[in-house]
Each structure stands twice: as C-alpha cells, then as structure tokens.
C-alpha cells in the first residue's frame, strides 16, 4: 500500500467532500487497534501514513534505559544511540518496526475504514436531504403489503406504514402509490428512516394544502381538526378574505375539492366548520349537521357548555356511538352537555 491509497482518499475528498486529513487520521487510528491486536497491546507504537507517498510506518516508542529488563518497552543505551546519537538514560526513543507481516491487515483495516466512512457519510447526507420532508406531504409508492405493515418507498428510502398509521383500506388498495404525511425522521444503522403516517390529522390539512388553492395561499385558514381517521373529522376554517366564503372554497365546484380530499382518505367524511372566536357560536357550529336551540356557557373557567336540541335532533347531534359531539369536543376545547328541548 502506497500512493494507490493517497489517490483512494483524493478521490473520495473531491466526490464527498470528506477532508483528506480526517481520513488519513481515522486509517492511523484503526491501523493501530488493528496492530495492537494482532501484535499485542504491550508494545507502545505510533502509526504514521506519510502524507505523500502513503507508506505506513510503525514505530515502537521504547524507553532508553542502562539495562534492558522489559525489550517490548525499552532499549539500551547503547541501541539508542545508534538511532539517535543525542538520546539519553530516560528519554524516548521511536525505533522503526517491521512492517511486512502487518502489510495485508494493514490494507483491509484501510479499506474497510474508508468503505465504513463512507456508507456514514452516505447516511449523513440522506439524512439531511429527506429531514426537508418533515411536516409535508408525500407521495409513497408501495413496495408489498404484510397483515402488519405496508411497505413504501418515498424518494431513495424505504419505509414502513405500519398497522396503527394505516386507513381502514389501504391494505386492500390495489394502489401503487399512496399520499402519506412525514411526521419525522430518525436515525438507525441502516441509515435515516422516514417515520409516515395516514392518520395524523395534519395528513388532512396538507390534503387541503394541495386541493385547494385558498388554503395554500392562506386566504382560508385551517384552525383546528379533530379526526377519528378512517371515519370522520371535522375541520373549523377561516377566512381572511371577507369575500370569501371558507367552506364554499373548501367545497368547491360541485363539491370536487373537498371530494379529492375524501377519496384519498378512503371515503373518510369530512364536515366543514366555520371557526368563531365566539365560542357558542363556535360549539353551535361545530355540532353541524344538527339543529341547535340554544347554547349556555356553564363554567367558563372549566369550559363547560349545555346544548339544548330539539328532540329530532338529539342523535344527530349525539352522533352514532357519540361519535359527533365527541369530534365537537375535540374540536372546540368545550365539555358539552346534549340535552333536548322539553316540549310541554
């Protein structure tokens, strides 16, 4: 191993960017884990990879003393000053081994330390490349389905959109592609791995995102969603614009954006709410479809509303299996309390 390895760790500082010093330095340290191994840990050597010509050199650091009672530590007096006429009794002295029964080991340690550095670097880089899709919506192409999991690819990365993140449907899709949203990115040994999902209820808002151009644009708001996934949410809007109406922007011509939204959740519906920093107005609202008669704040402090319903309105209101008022709830902060309206 020579100027073959120098050429090596050029090539590799100008394709990535990984200083030539920085390896040079990670070869001599695992080259002398690697000796010490090999050769025993007793000996005190230095491992130095000349700069140039990328020859390796071992030296044994060894105490000059009158006599020599330890020779993997110490040399004579009279040995050192072959070396260096102008060492004395207690200094150290670098004596030059040999290297030929450490030549092959010398060239796998030097190859697997590049190669490992690489593949860290590799994993550095995509790392930072896909931490830009945290918090966005992406398209994933499905790679197999297992009862547990859907195996996906987002870019260069595969994934896993396990049972838990998954719409009732989506291990049954015939679909080779699937929107999903990326909620983080982590790090393992096998590099960074995408962490997605198709129930996080931000997976509706960047729906919205792409659907509809008001939302994007930030003329309708999304002010909250609360989501039962595969089911049903609710989303409260607002507009910025007073000529624009939020729910009939969301909507859309014959209803065709809010229906793109639906039939990427697998069907899930949708009501629209329209947001209200006037909280009964607000709770009134977000119980749609239902009728409402009145509205009473009970405990301000505490949250606390009673909603009074005529008494045809009570399931809806209720919801099946509770599930309406229970996404109200969610979705405005309040504790409500359905009662139907006694008619004497």
Same mark, same amino acid.
């Given at each position: 191993?020579?100027?073959?390895?120098?050429?090596?760790?050029?090539?590799?500082?100008?394709?990535?960017?990984?200083? &030539?010093?920085?390896?040079?330095?990670?070869?001599?340290?695992?080259?002398?884990?690697?000796?010490?191994? #090999?050769?025993?840990?007793?000996?005190?050597?230095?491992?130095?990879?000349?700069?140039?010509? +990328?020859?390796?050199?071992?030296?044994? *650091? *060894?105490?000059?003393?009158?006599?020599? %009672?330890?020779?993997?530590?110490?040399?004579?007096?009279?040995?050192?000053?072959?070396?260096?006429?102008?060492?004395?009794?207690?200094?150290?002295?670098?004596? @030059?081994?040999?290297?030929?029964?450490?030549?092959?080991?010398?060239?796998?340690?030097? @190859?697997?330390?590049?190669?490992?550095?690489?593949?860290? $670097?590799?994993?550095?880089?995509?790392?930072?490349?896909?931490?830009?899709?945290?918090?966005? *919506?992406?398209?994933?192409?499905?790679?197999?389905?297992?009862?547990? =999991?859907?195996?996906?690819?987002?870019?260069?990365?595969?994934?896993?959109?396990?049972?838990?993140?998954?719409?009732? +449907?989506?291990?049954?899709?015939?679909?080779?592609?699937? %929107?999903?949203?990326?909620?983080?990115?982590? %790090? #393992?040994? &096998?590099?960074? !791995?995408?962490?997605?999902? =198709?129930?996080?209820? &931000?997976?509706?808002?960047? !729906?919205?995102?792409?659907?509809?151009?008001?939302?994007?644009?930030?003329?309708?708001?999304?002010? =909250?969603?609360?989501?039962?996934? +595969?089911?049903?949410?609710?989303?409260?809007?607002?507009?910025?614009?007073?000529?624009?109406?939020?729910?009939?922007?969301?909507? +859309?011509?014959?209803?065709?954006?809010?229906?793109?939204?639906?039939?990427?959740?697998?069907?899930? @519906?949708?009501?629209?709410?329209?947001?209200?920093?006037?909280? $009964?107005?607000?709770?009134?609202?977000? *119980?749609?479809?239902? %009728?409402?008669?009145?509205?009473?704040?009970?405990?301000?402090?505490?949250?606390?509303?009673?909603?009074? $319903?005529?008494?045809?309105?009570?399931?809806?209101?209720?919801?099946?299996?509770?599930? #309406?008022?229970?996404?109200?709830?969610?979705?405005?902060?309040?504790?409500?309390?359905?009662?139907?309206?006694?008619?004497?």
């Amino acid at each position: 191993m020579n100027i073959n390895l120098i050429e090596a760790i050029e090539q590799i500082e100008e394709e990535k960017h990984i200083p &030539k010093e920085e390896l040079l330095q990670m070869i001599e340290a695992a080259l002398l884990s690697a000796y010490r191994k #090999n050769f025993g840990n007793s000996r005190n050597v230095e491992i130095k990879i000349d700069r140039l010509s +990328g020859d390796i050199n071992i030296y044994q *650091l *060894l105490n000059v003393v009158e006599e020599v %009672k330890e020779p993997d530590i110490e040399i004579s007096i009279g040995d050192a000053h072959i070396i260096d006429p102008n060492v004395g009794v207690g200094d150290i002295i670098k004596k @030059k081994a040999e290297i030929s029964a450490f030549r092959r080991i010398a060239a796998q340690t030097a @190859k697997q330390v590049l190669i490992q550095r690489l593949r860290e $670097v590799e994993k550095q880089m995509l790392f930072e490349e896909y931490s830009n899709f945290v918090d966005k *919506l992406v398209t994933a192409e499905i790679i197999r389905i297992t009862p547990n =999991r859907i195996d996906v690819r987002v870019g260069r990365l595969e994934t896993h959109l396990l049972k838990k993140s998954q719409l009732p +449907g989506d291990s049954s899709s015939r679909r080779s592609r699937l %929107k999903v949203y990326v909620q983080d990115i982590i %790090k #393992n040994t &096998k590099g960074p !791995l995408l962490i997605v999902s =198709r129930t996080h209820p &931000k997976l509706v808002e960047k !729906l919205f995102e792409l659907e509809i151009p008001e939302v994007e644009e930030g003329i309708v708001k999304i002010m =909250r969603i609360a989501r039962e996934a +595969g089911y049903r949410s609710k989303v409260a809007v607002s507009s910025t614009n007073p000529d624009v109406d939020p729910i009939g922007a969301c909507i +859309g011509e014959r209803g065709s954006r809010i229906f793109n939204v639906m039939r990427e959740l697998n069907g899930e @519906k949708i009501d629209l709410v329209r947001y209200s920093s006037d909280p $009964v107005k607000y709770v009134s609202n977000a *119980l749609s479809p239902a %009728k409402i008669v009145e509205v009473m704040i009970l405990n301000e402090e505490n949250r606390e509303m009673r909603v009074i $319903v005529p008494p045809n309105q009570l399931s809806l209101a209720i919801g099946k299996q509770g599930q #309406n008022v229970r996404l109200a709830v969610k979705l405005t902060g309040w504790k409500i309390d359905i009662k139907s309206l006694e008619i004497e």
